[in-house]
């Protein structure tokens, strides 16, 4: 089955207390990208990866670090959580952008930090 | 500064009724305008999705008017369906640049 995971699901943690979220894709997708999602301010691009070793800033960067070591995974750290990081997450991943390329979604991560 | 600007935040829709979702851009490079639907513990999935070479595109009970002068989309979705409540997030893209999306729109549909 097509899909993107991401783990975990839920996540409680402290400040400054430095955690990965994972996300892996099965279909040989070239981008992937994190978002946040908050209320009333929709999704939120974090990070971009157009293919292997290449990543870029999206709307929203600071405080949060990602890799494309494999074309499959695309791992979120945070070195350093804050409280204004808790949030909703979002994974994706598709062909490309722009033309007819479906974004794919996981589950979502729900990170709280205290 | 939001690339795409989606109104209105939320939505009462008797069954039955229309529900519009309105969307606006600014960059003139974006050639791909997606909708996606967002059931709650969920994360968004396509629903429907239009290029600026066609005015309207039409799948089932929903609809998406583009207007490239007024840089404008719309999501039209008839004889809307209790089913149908979701919060709904309108897109744009260019080949080679990352997807901007809306503020997202709670749709509500009342039986």
């Known amino acids: 089955e097509a899909q993107v995971t991401q783990n975990p699901r839920y996540l409680i943690t402290v400040t400054g207390k430095k955690l990965t979220v994972t996300c892996s894709q099965n279909?040989?997708?070239?981008?992937m990208s994190w978002y946040r999602q908050d209320p009333g301010l929709g999704l939120r691009q974090i990070y971009y990866?157009?293919?292997?070793?290449v990543t870029d800033k999206g709307d929203v960067p600071e405080g949060y670090k990602v890799s494309r070591k494999e074309k499959r995974n695309f791992p979120l750290i945070l070195e350093s959580p804050s409280p204004n990081q808790t949030s909703l997450y979002f994974c994706?991943?598709?062909w490309g952008t722009g033309g007819n390329t479906e974004a794919f979604f996981g589950q979502g991560t729900r990170l709280t930090v205290v | 500064q939001q690339q795409v600007k989606q109104s209105p935040q939320s939505l009462i829709v008797q069954k039955g009724g229309i529900s519009i979702i309105n969307c606006a851009y600014e960059n003139t490079a974006f050639d791909y305008f997606p909708w996606y639907q967002q059931f709650p513990g969920k994360g968004p999935a396509l629903l429907i999705a239009?290029?600026?070479?066609?005015s309207e595109k039409k799948e089932g009970r929903f609809t998406i008017s583009f207007n490239k002068s007024a840089k404008q989309f719309s999501l039209h979705i008839m004889d809307s369906q209790p089913g149908d409540s979701a919060t709904y997030f309108c897109a744009a893209s260019s080949t080679g640049n990352q997807f901007y999306f809306g503020t997202g729109t709670s749709l509500t549909v009342i039986p």
């Open positions: 994706a991943s598709s």
């Open positions: 279909m040989n997708h070239e981008y």
């Open positions: 239009i290029r600026p070479d066609v």
């Open positions: 990866s157009m293919n292997v070793e």
